[in-house]
């Protein structure tokens, strides 16, 4: 057998041809006589010897290791690199070109014998379509039957809608080391937009990827991961899973991932399904896509970190807010229901499970639940467990409390515009009232006016800088201290 050689091999059963298995057996005479070699100078030289065979040197001996004998004199070529010594004599040269010519004329010669069989089997090329056809579909379906014998899979059901039980992320259920968290998935015409919060890393992007793998082996003819499964067939899968930027277009992250939405809403039909794993960076953006695929009749599942997309659920009743459970180590046995404890303690191990609970950490459950993420500040809580960044996470904790206190003021300034609005409306009722008896009074009467006013200023000044903890008694008081004393007129 040729050693390090770069040179293409031609394959073909011995005996196919008569000239060829000649040419085959001068080949291995040329090697044998290689070997020799290799052997002699290996026993005279008493280092390791190997033949390396290239096609700008031809054959050659390698020495190696350090080599610091004398040569033999038939020695016509001596290369050193890196601790290997490298020698052709002139047998080897006339070796090598031997070997050559051979090798030239089995490709000439195989080259025929395969121009002979090509034209032999062209006119059964229909055939042979058919064949790699039927081949491909049995390992298809032998593939298929394996899997789905092997993992209880269950043999899906087409209708209108779309909803699996406890389905399983195929790739996690057979390569995973852990078993996958099972969870339900349920699309229909009257509720056909799914928008998922929760924070990072708790299964939102797996869960979307999960859908869309099960929809392809549904469609395809396999089994899926699921206790019953009923799917709608749709015509096309869009997906937009993650963005990058694209230097060879020019175009930024947010111009890719907008076109890729553009692109999606132009093609999407009635019968389409649309996976978006955060749809933009823009609120605004995100609200109007969100908004125009809710008026779509494709099935959509979106997950954003956004939770100001969660309010359109009130606008739109097709739209559904569903959310990822976090656990909170404190919070293990208070807040979370039984049915997640023990979801967790069956799919999970019952190491892993104990030794998170010990840290001051959160545990991520995978489950879907129905309703809004209500954690909002899990990202301060991931990156509390880097040791070296508690600087930067003390900042960020100050930051986002400054942040809370401002959203909420904001809050109850907007809830005060009702009652703010009220006392407005008595105030210029009062100072109406109060014009309309100026006008029709005498100028005996302007002193008294006067004081009036000034003690009207002052009530004013009390009236705004009090509380508004009791509105309503607030309001009775101030109709009773701007109302004008009675001006008789004369």
Not at 135 to 164: H, L, W
């Amino acid at each position: 057998m040729v050693k390090s050689t770069n040179r293409p091999k031609y394959f073909s059963y011995s005996g196919f041809d008569e000239r060829l298995d000649s040419l085959r057996a001068d080949v291995i005479v040329v090697i044998d006589d290689v070997e020799s070699l290799e052997k002699e100078f290996s026993e005279r030289f008493n280092m390791p010897v190997r033949y390396n065979l290239t096609n700008t040197r031809g054959f050659s001996l390698e020495i190696i290791g350090e080599f610091k004998g004398i040569l033999p004199t038939n020695v016509v070529s001596v290369a050193k690199r890196q601790k290997s010594t490298f020698i052709t004599t002139l047998q080897l040269a006339h070796l090598s070109d031997r070997f050559e010519l051979l090798y030239n004329d089995i490709c000439l010669l195989t080259d025929q014998i395969i121009l002979i069989l090509l034209g032999k089997i062209r006119p059964h090329f229909g055939c042979m379509y058919k064949l790699v056809e039927a081949i491909s579909i049995i390992d298809m379906i032998q593939s298929f039957a394996e899997v789905s014998k092997a993992r209880d899979y269950i043999r899906p059901i087409f209708g209108s809608n779309t909803k699996i039980i406890k389905a399983r992320h195929p790739i996690i259920d057979l390569f995973g080391q852990q078993k996958p968290i099972p969870n339900d998935i349920e699309l229909c015409k009257e509720m056909n937009v799914i928008l998922i919060t929760g924070p990072n890393m708790s299964g939102k992007s797996t869960y979307l990827r999960q859908i869309a793998l099960l929809q392809i082996l549904a469609q395809i003819g396999c089994f899926v991961p699921a206790e019953q499964a009923r799917f709608r067939i749709v015509n096309e899968i869009f997906s937009k899973i993650r963005q990058h930027d694209n230097l060879f277009m020019g175009q930024s992250t947010f111009s890719s991932e907008i076109n890729h939405i553009a692109f999606i809403l132009n093609c999407m039909t009635s019968n389409s399904m649309i996976i978006l794993d955060e749809i933009c960076s823009s609120l605004a953006l995100a609200t109007s896509i969100t908004e125009t695929l809710c008026r779509s009749e494709s099935f959509v599942i979106l997950a954003t970190h956004l939770q100001q997309l969660t309010s359109i659920g009130y606008i739109y009743r097709n739209l559904a807010n569903y959310h990822f459970d976090i656990i909170y180590n404190d919070k293990i046995h208070s807040d979370i229901d039984n049915d997640s404890i023990n979801r967790l303690h069956h799919f999970q191990s019952q190491i892993i499970f104990d030794q998170i609970k010990e840290q001051n950490t959160i545990i991520y459950s995978y489950i879907l639940r129905p309703g809004i993420c209500k954690d909002l500040h899990y990202g301060i809580t991931l990156a509390s467990q880097i040791e070296d960044l508690q600087t930067v996470v003390e900042l960020a904790k100050c930051i986002a409390k400054y942040y809370m206190r401002k959203k909420e003021s904001i809050i109850n300034q907007i809830s005060n515009i009702p009652n703010l609005l009220m006392k407005r409306v008595i105030i210029m009722k009062s100072f109406c009232d109060l014009i309309y008896d100026i006008s029709n009074s005498t100028m005996q009467f302007i002193e008294q006016q006067r004081i009036y006013l000034e003690n009207f200023q002052k009530r004013m000044h009390q009236y705004w800088t009090t509380s508004s903890s009791h509105d309503d008694d607030d309001n009775n008081i101030l109709v009773e201290s701007i109302s004008s004393p009675t001006i008789e007129n004369n």
